[in-house]
């Protein structure tokens, strides 16, 4: 608990274009529970290397997220929003828990088994632990819950089982963390695949919205969508394209898969797939605009960066400092 509120801890890595997904699996999700919990909202940029990145380009990205958080609505004087490698704690908890982690453990990840296909020539240690990283993240904060998409419960399964464990040899000494996974657009699909995810990493730029694509393209690429030849607007499993789509619109609009059924009875995706679009671009057009004034105020996000990085990294060493003592680390001399 800090300040009598409950602790919420996300992140997102600064790789690649944000997708639909990642605002209707995650950022909107946060902005719903910002009022309820204690939050820190992270970007997560020391996991972003565990892949080879441009350094421009990545701290580019970086402050782009972090700008981004703030454009969608996460009052930035509340909620503790900064970078990753402002605070070492994340690296040093990843140390110590690293050492409470099993090989085999590790090996079951997907993420990790999708991420070495795709990156077969740098398979280094760090992908490997990766997720031992995202648990130090969640961990150092004493968090209670972390709100994802469904693609990260894997994660948060062994992040609880790394406190469990630790909490098991040495006492309370973490809070055992729940995931929150949002009723509508935990996984939101390719547009072009319906069976895989809307992924940054897609090489197929059609198949993913981006957060900043213009409304034109927002709209070629929801009519150039993925359905079927059934022809019938329903919410089923069966079509897994038009179940996406409903999904996203549900996601946007706040109607029930049942209401849009309704309100596209007899209809044809020709009429469904534009007002997709529509639903879509009113949610990111006013974010877009945001995100674009926000940029230019450079002393006020500056001054963001440096407080919040403050506040984040007295938090972390309040729990560094403990488990350090705990796994038997001298104490310091004052
Ligand atoms: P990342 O950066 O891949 O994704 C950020 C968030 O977006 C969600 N998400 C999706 N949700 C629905 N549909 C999709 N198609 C979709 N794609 C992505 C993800 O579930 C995630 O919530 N390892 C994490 C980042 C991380 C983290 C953490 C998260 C590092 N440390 C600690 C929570 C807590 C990742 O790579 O997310």
């Not at 099993?102 to 088994?113: D, H, I, P, S, V």
């Not at 897609?202 to 969508?225: H, Q, V, W």
């Not at 671009?281 to 440096?306: F, M, N």
């Amino acid at each position: 608990m800090i300040n009598d509120k409950k602790v919420l801890f996300s992140g997102m890595q600064a790789t690649g274009n944000l997708t639909l997904g990642n605002y209707l699996g995650a950022l909107k999700n946060w902005i719903t529970l910002s009022d309820e919990y204690e939050c820190f909202y992270s970007v997560v940029d020391m996991h972003s290397i565990t892949v080879r990145q441009d350094p421009a380009t990545l701290r580019k990205r970086a402050r782009a997220l972090l700008t981004l958080y703030i454009a969608a609505g996460l009052d930035p004087k509340k909620n503790c929003i900064y970078y990753q490698s402002h605070v070492s704690g994340h690296a040093e908890l990843a140390w110590i828990l690293n050492c409470f982690t099993y090989m085999g453990e590790l090996n079951r990840m997907t993420q990790f088994k999708d991420k070495s296909s795709k990156h077969a020539d740098n398979i280094n240690a760090g992908l490997f632990t990766y997720p031992v990283l995202m648990a130090s993240d969640i961990l150092l904060y004493q968090t209670d819950v972390v709100p994802v998409g469904i693609d990260q419960m894997q994660h948060l399964e062994l992040t609880r089982n790394i406190a469990e464990r630790f909490n098991n040899i040495y006492g309370d000494v973490f809070t055992v963390p729940e995931a929150y996974i949002g009723k509508v657009g935990a996984k939101i699909m390719s547009l072009q695949d319906p069976a895989k995810k809307m992924s940054k990493s897609d090489e197929n730029p059609n198949g993913s919205i981006y957060l900043m694509d213009d409304p034109d393209t927002i709209m070629r690429k929801f009519k150039r969508a993925v359905t079927d030849s059934e022809g019938m607007i329903c919410y089923r499993p069966e079509q897994p394209g038009v179940k996406n789509l409903i999904d996203i619109y549900c996601a946007c609009t706040g109607k029930t898969p049942q209401e849009v059924e309704r309100e596209f009875a007899g209809k044809g995706y020709g009429e469904l797939k534009p007002a997709v679009g529509e639903a879509v671009i009113a949610v990111l057009k006013p974010l877009q605009d945001e995100v674009a004034r926000l940029s230019q105020e450079k002393s006020y996000l500056d001054g963001i960066i440096k407080e919040n990085a403050e506040k984040a990294n007295y938090y972390a060493m309040k729990t560094l400092r403990k488990v350090q003592k705990k796994v038997g680390f001298p104490e310091r001399i004052r």
